[in-house]
């Protein structure tokens, strides 16, 4: 097996272990993530449910380490949000339910940012190609950055330890970098700005 073949083929594992949705990102099945991904329609995906999952402060699992390219090609890594609370979320434009969430993240992070609270933001763009996920996020007027899942070859996804099963999921890092909280499915800015909060004031 050459070193390509083998860097798919891990790469189609890795995906497989993390979204456990049946079937996996490297089958034929028309109604896996990827599948969904590479359809662009937005049609017949069904998400999470929007279950809110709080995680007290002695519980939290190791920090998440976040590094890689963003959509624009420039590099970041989560080491430079450590002391500031860091609001991950999963999407791609390909998700019905991550375009109509878009709105509501960004006047969050609007709001945060004009009231220069001790909170950052980033997208994680899942199995899509930068440029398209880049397209959206101009179009949606989302100002915080996205990095690109696709160029990652889905590391990025592993290093959220499990939490992160659908496309969209919404995580809200402490100031250590651990998962506080988590929103399976998609956020409203009422609840987003909840959990910002609670988390900030902890």
Do not use: H
């Not at 099963?165 to 909280?181: C, F, K, N, Q, S």
């Amino acid at each position: 097996m050459s070193p390509r073949t083998t860097s798919r083929y891990a790469g189609c594992l890795a995906a497989a272990a993390v979204l456990l949705l049946g079937g996996t990102a490297c089958t034929d099945d028309p109604n896996s993530v990827a599948a969904q991904a590479k359809a662009g329609d937005q049609k017949g995906y069904v998400s999470g449910d929007g279950a809110v999952e709080t995680i007290p402060e002695a519980d939290r699992a190791e920090p998440v380490e976040l590094s890689g390219e963003l959509l624009d090609g420039t590099a970041w890594d989560s080491a430079t949000a450590r002391g500031d609370v860091l609001v991950v979320n999963v999407w791609g434009s390909w998700c019905a339910p991550c375009v109509a969430e878009a709105p509501d993240l960004q006047k969050v992070w609007s709001e945060l940012e004009a009231e220069r609270a001790p909170v950052r933001f980033v997208g994680i763009n899942f199995r899509e190609d930068p440029a398209r996920g880049a397209a959206f996020a101009k179009k949606a007027g989302m100002t915080y950055p996205s990095l690109s899942d696709e160029e990652s070859g889905g590391v990025l996804i592993l290093a959220l330890q499990g939490k992160a099963p659908t496309v969209p999921t919404t995580l809200v890092l402490d100031r250590e970098g651990r998962i506080a909280a988590r929103v399976n499915g998609p956020v409203s800015a009422s609840t987003l700005r909840g959990l910002v909060d609670d988390v900030v004031g902890t």
